[in-house]
Nanobody, 124 residues
Framework: QVQLIESGGGLVQPGGSLSLSCVAS????????MAWFRQAPGKEREFVAA????????YYSDHVKGRSAISRDSAKNAVYLQMNALKLEDSAVYYC?????????????????WGQGTQVTVSS
């Protein structure tokens, strides 16, 4: 069973930047893809960004496209999310997720492994 541990959340002002990290532990870690999701109070968990582990292809939701960058470090079993030009509506708990099998849609139901989440608050 893989464990995913996120870090890097915090309080940031509108227009600021934040970098999230997620490290996976486990004897064999070779997912099809890793992704970031977020969930604000009272809202459904939504897709933010994903990256395929082998090829490094990246995918973004329209909410963050152009403002964020997802990357991975296979040697460290880590995935990162750099977020820039943060908005108030980016405030949420951000979750790291991994899936071993090919994903058809970037929906949270498609991912089997999850971290505990890290809080990102955008506020002045």
């Amino acid at each position: 069973q893989v464990q995913l541990i996120e870090s890097g959340g915090g309080l940031v002002q509108p227009g600021g930047s934040l970098s999230l990290s997620c490290v996976a532990s486990g004897s064999t870690f070779n997912p099809y893809a890793m992704a970031w999701f977020r969930q604000a109070p009272g809202k459904e968990r939504e897709f933010v960004a994903a990256i395929t582990w082998l090829g490094g292809a990246t995918y973004y939701s329209d909410h963050v496209k152009g403002r964020s960058a997802i990357s991975r470090d296979s040697a460290k079993n880590a995935v990162y999310l750099q977020m820039n030009a943060l908005k108030l509506e980016d405030s949420a708990v951000y979750y790291c997720a991994a899936e071993d099998f090919p994903v058809r849609t970037w929906h949270y139901n498609d991912f089997g492994s999850w971290g505990q989440g890290t809080q990102v608050t955008v506020s002045s």
